[in-house]
């Protein structure tokens, strides 16, 4: 699969999610329960806010690809949470969930969809699917039936266990096929347009959770290089080869298979005075990326950007900037894009991606070009004239010539477009 252009793939997971603690308070008690290394990394996390959203984006707005576009990141959306109080009051027996634009009593930031939606207005942000809760609710349930003191105080704190390996993984006891499909609708109705990929929680995956991706507008699999399967038997098969058990059961899925090829986590790392800081490690997996297939898909999550110490957030802003700046002075003809956009320009050239009530439309061929759109999503199904052996779609369909570059376009009024 190649782009007719060099391509910077930005995805950021846990967007949305109400994890790991809701304030300092909640930090400090989680902390003084476990000390490990995960939970000196982890427990600063926290739910984003408008404000961390803004920080994020001036950033982001700062730098262009070689198309004039501002670089653009991907967040991968978790849409929902416990509720803490109705769960508790079922005994520790039956799910109830908040889900966005919601979320519990501590976590409350102001509207985070609407400030999404702001980024992704101008283009430097991209909204897509995660998962419903990141956490298995099975898993969940149990530990919470034991009544151990130490997840107990984490959860009267609005905190989930997520220093047990086995409740961070979404689907670590297979995907619950009513949670994921409710997690679509969720993230519709939130951002106003259908999610087209998705990162599997913590990369564990099972097979039926491909079946239930066939059944969605998801077509995109990210982080594939990365997967590991839930399925006792596969989990058998990872212990002597990863890779066959990756290869068996990556055949359930009937969906284009991204890798991420560049790990960007500096974890509020001062970059001042070092040798050889995050920023410059990372940039040589681009470099090798962009080398050997013309793209990067870099790895990144929300722990960098938003977090309880402020200090670790303007560290890590400040290596995504020398990171973006490392990119233009080196790839200043590479674009940034979402990874649905780069699947559909490699495919045709051409590629849609909305963005609040438009599409942005991308013509990369060098040339005006006749592209078949399907209406309601603005997905491209082909370029050229309509004809009884072109794309069929039982959806309305818009016709129309675009001419190199990008151009904004609104479907219910397709003479209003814009160049960008």
Known sequence: MKSPTQCIIIQSDDWGFCGWSPDQAACDSARSLDDGTVGRHYWGSTLESPEDMDRLFEVLSDFRGGDGCPAKMQGNYIVAAPDFDRIASSGFKKWFGVELPEVPPRWKRGDIVDAAQTGIEAGVWQAEHH???????????????????????????????????????????????????????VFRTAFGYLTR?????????SRNLGALLAATPISILQGANRVYFSDSLLRKVARFSPQIARSIGLKAFKCDLLKRSVDFEPRGEDPRGMDDPHWRRAFRQVESAMGSKGVAIISTHRLNFVHHDNSWVKASLSQLRQLLNAIKQHYPRAVYVSDWEYIQLAKWGVSSTPRKGKFALRNFTGRDQKVILQADSGAVLGIGEPNGRGPKSTDAQVHMTIPPGTTLVDFTSTEQTQSL
């Open 131 to 185: 998962g419903y809760t990141h956490v298995s609710q099975a898993v969940l349930f149990r530990l919470l039936g034991l009544g151990d003191s130490k997840i107990m105080k984490l959860f009267q704190n609005e905190c989930l266990p997520l220093n047990h390996p086995e409740v961070f993984p979404e689907y670590a006891k297979g995907a619950v096929a009513a949670s994921f499909i409710r997690g679509i609708d």
């Open 197 to 205: 990929s998705t990162c599997a929680p913590n990369y564990v995956v």
